[in-house]
């Protein structure tokens, strides 16, 4: 078996085909990403904007927390209060505010957005943050009160956390909207995979070119195994080298998160490799079987904003569904949690829904090519 890895291997690097389109199209690709948005100024100053808060207790401490933060000392969020949702709303869709916060208690308040900009991260961002602070409050008032006395523990845990809410020292990740594009990219990249299975699912098909592995001793499972293993190692060393790339010669920010980054990619491999073998299984030409996974790849990437990084909100708010079943915006999405929140946990649901689909695309390969049976080889 070992033998026959190598001989796949082997054979799969020759394939000059297969190395542009998973090796070469990618780099070339983020290339003039690269030299298209250079010279766009992606970094804009951050002005005051104006929020909503549907409240009737317009002296809540969030209100006052609101009120000292400042930039350039001028308010950062100028608010406007209403007595119902629906008034609010309706300067939200106007886009007259940036958000709409529903407020019910110091515990119990949520944020409305109509767009994903940098005045709605901004705004979340703060209110994430002021709601763990009060949380952390809560359960020092249950648990310990005595801690709420202690002068010390204030100013550790609660004083410095507030200046720096009300400071706001935003990253300038926040404006860098253009980051989508290039992490659809590495999906896409990704995805490319599909191409070496879709060729490499051949060897093992009797009416096409696997007569002679059909009639071996090895068995089929082993078979898949082997041949799995090759694509998927492939196309991994594929991004490692799209990454090193983007990192190294063009300089776009890929978080410092490198092992999070690594198991993403890793997984996108894993759901490119057995999505390939799928449409392999299905599509006998080989035309038909390109066509389809370049058609998809590039639909997908399409909805997952590398194109117009807007296009991945729009759809999100519009059809999310198609979001989740869409795995080049899985896995963008995956990235830009990295990037924006620097938060793995964020991607965890989106890895875990790519290993089903691949394990789903593995199932349903494997059912196709044990039912395939031939008069004579």
């Known amino acids: 078996m070992r033998d026959f890895f190598k001989y796949r291997f082997k054979s799969m690097i020759r ?58 000392d001028e308010n950062l969020f100028k608010l406007s209060f209403y007595d119902n949702k629906d008034d609010g709303e309706k300067e939200l869709q106007k886009k007259e505010i940036a958000g709409l916060i529903i407020f019910n208690s110091e515990t119990d308040f949520s944020l409305e957005v109509n767009q994903n900009s940098q005045n709605q991260i901004i705004l979340q961002e703060f209110l994430n943050n002021y709601h763990q602070k009060i949380n952390l409050i809560t359960d020092v008032a249950k648990q310990n009160h005595q801690l709420l006395t202690d002068s010390n523990w204030i100013n550790n845990n609660i004083s410095t956390q507030t200046n720096h809410i009300t400071s706001l020292q935003i990253n300038d990740k926040v404006n860098n909207q253009l980051i989508v594009s290039f992490y659809s990219v590495i999906a896409m990249a990704a995805l490319y995979g599909a191409f070496i299975s879709t060729h490499n699912i051949d060897s093992i098909q009797g009416n096409l070119k696997g007569a002679r592995l059909s009639i071996s001793p090895f068995k089929k499972s082993h078979i898949i195994i082997a041949n799995m293993s090759v694509c998927l190692i492939i196309n991994f060393m594929a991004i490692i080298v799209l990454l090193l790339y983007m990192k190294y010669a063009i300089n776009v920010d890929l978080s410092n998160q490198t092992i999070p980054v690594l198991i993403i990619a890793l997984i996108g491999s894993i759901f ?15 035309t038909t079987r390109l066509v389809f996974v370049l058609v998809f790849t590039m639909t997908g990437s399409f909805l997952a904003g590398m194109m117009a990084p807007q296009i991945n909100y729009l759809i999100k708010t519009t059809i999310p569904i198609l979001s989740y079943l869409n795995p080049v915006a899985l896995i963008t999405d995956c990235f830009y949690y990295l990037y924006y929140y620097n938060s793995f946990s964020m991607a965890l649901p989106n890895i875990a829904i790519l290993v089903v689909m691949s394990i789903l695309c593995l199932v349903f390969s494997i059912i196709e090519l044990r039912s395939d049976s031939y008069e004579s080889l």
């Open 15 to 72: 394939s000059k085909s297969l190395l542009f389109w998973c090796f070469a199209f990618p780099i070339i690709l983020v290339t003039f990403f690269h030299l298209a948005f250079s010279n766009i100024k992606t970094q804009d100053s951050i002005e005051p904007f104006k929020v909503g808060m549907v409240t009737k207790q317009k002296n809540n401490n969030l209100v006052s927390v609101i009120n000292e933060v400042k930039i350039n």
């Open 272 to 286: 490119a490799t057995s999505f390939g073998h799928l449409i392999g299984c299905v599509f006998k030409k080989e």
